[in-house]
């Protein structure tokens, strides 16, 4: 067989695969499922780091989202009974489908739904492995998601969640072919274990959160962490964040919204905040996390339809992230009208100027591959 013949056919089992996957799942109009904020924020990450591929945030269906997305790492989590939670106030109860579960955390009789003013306390390890860096986290008043990172891309999630209040609700679809249960006892509460693949997953629950663990690392050293999770203390280091997160821009962004949140604004009369590159290039050399959001309005038709974007029009406001996390850069864009998004890392950045004058931002990956990031006189 043709690769190109062969290349059909995967594409339409694919294609196959996929609607059975989604045919038991309810029509988007049946679903009134309030979702954290959390949540909508992992969902804008994951798809603005998506590499070689185009998401349509407006199209992507929400209840392909509650299916899809269980975590940011997108591996497979175990499910548990009902029975799993005896203990404390509250239930795991198991929705069955006939691909997946949906996990819904439920209190036995209404004494543990928390106000809706109730605000999350901030926990984390107090016991990392050698190495390991916060590199991520997302943080809100019922959500805690936080990613530890190595130079050599060994990870560690550690996610914490309020178990119910007024106007939230932790909802998850599961994954669990492959995978063990193994209860045990965790400082107290009860626990679950599982191995999955070359993955640990350990889980807990108190009567305020639920807790989940995912690393790469052995089940005991895994166990050894959730341990020692506990209030983070004030001081508590937080990765960088803009003053106004980029996921939240509205598709007609303009030059002075953009110039009163601080971006770096480019436009056909020049530059404006250009010392935030600066700043960042400074960071990268001292090793220390950084964030910068470019907002370009000079990218011209050709470029964005090398990019496969053909709504673009001249002018159209183009939004370039810049994240340096103490060991690696992470470069989103994000054409905001064509809602389409996607991200590269990359191991260095340089300031380039061409004879004419004109300074280039060179994205250099880890492959040696370079992009300009943007360009201006």
């Known amino acids: 067989m043709m690769d190109d013949e062969l290349e059909q056919l995967l594409g339409r089992a694919a294609a196959q695969a996929r609607d059975l996957s989604f045919a038991p799942l309810p029509d988007d109009s049946q679903l009134d499922h309030p979702f954290s904020e959390l949540f909508e924020k992992k969902m804008e990450v994951l798809c603005r780091q998506q590499k ?11 209840r392909a989202a509650a299916f899809a997305v269980v975590s ?6 175990l499910v548990l009974s009902v029975d799993a939670w005896r203990e404390t106030l509250f239930e795991m109860v198991e929705k069955k489908h006939a691909d997946y579960s949906e996990i819904l955390f439920e209190s036995k009789d209404g004494s543990g739904v928390l106000d809706s003013q109730f605000v999350l306390t901030e926990h984390r390890p107090a016991y990392l492995p050698e190495g390991y860096q916060l590199t991520r986290q997302w943080l809100d008043a019922s959500s805690n998601d936080m990613v530890f990172t190595t130079p050599e891309d060994k990870m560690i999630n550690f996610q914490q969640a309020v178990n119910a209040k007024e106007g939230f609700a932790r909802s998850v679809g599961i994954n669990t072919e492959g995978s063990e249960l193994v209860p045990f006892d965790l400082n107290g509460y009860p626990g679950h274990k599982m191995t999955n693949g070359d993955m640990q997953f350990v889980l807990w629950n ?25 209030i983070a203390p004030e001081s508590s280091y937080h990765p960088p964040e803009l003053a106004v997160p980029s996921y939240t821009l509205q598709e007609d962004y303009s030059v002075n919204q953009a110039m009163q949140n601080g971006d770096v604004v480019i436009t056909d009369g020049g530059v404006q905040n250009a010392g935030e590159i600066s700043s960042l290039l400074a960071a990268i050399d001292a090793e220390e996390p950084y964030i910068v959001r470019i907002t370009d309005f000079t990218v011209t038709v050709e470029e964005a339809r090398q990019e496969q974007i053909e709504s673009f029009q001249p002018g159209d406001p183009v939004i370039k992230e810049l994240y340096f996390d103490g060991q690696r850069i992470h470069y989103t864009l994000d054409f905001l009208r064509a809602h389409s998004s996607f991200g590269r890392n990359g191991a ?22 370079q ?7």
């Not at 663990?213 to 999770?229: F, G, H, K, N, R």
């Not at 950045?349 to 591959?369: C, F, H, K, M, P």
């Open 52 to 62: 070689k591929r185009r998401f349509n945030w407006t199209r992507f269906s929400r």
């Open 72 to 77: 940011m790492v997108g591996l497979s989590v």
């Open 206 to 230: 108190d009567n305020y959160y639920n807790y989940m663990l995912i690393t790469q690392l052995s089940m005991e050293e895994t166990i050894q962490i959730a341990e020692s999770v506990t």
């Open 348 to 369: 260095a950045l340089e300031v380039r100027q061409d004879a004419d004058g004109t300074v280039r931002l060179v994205l250099i990956a880890r492959t040696g591959q």
């Open 371 to 377: 992009v300009t990031v943007c360009s201006y006189n």
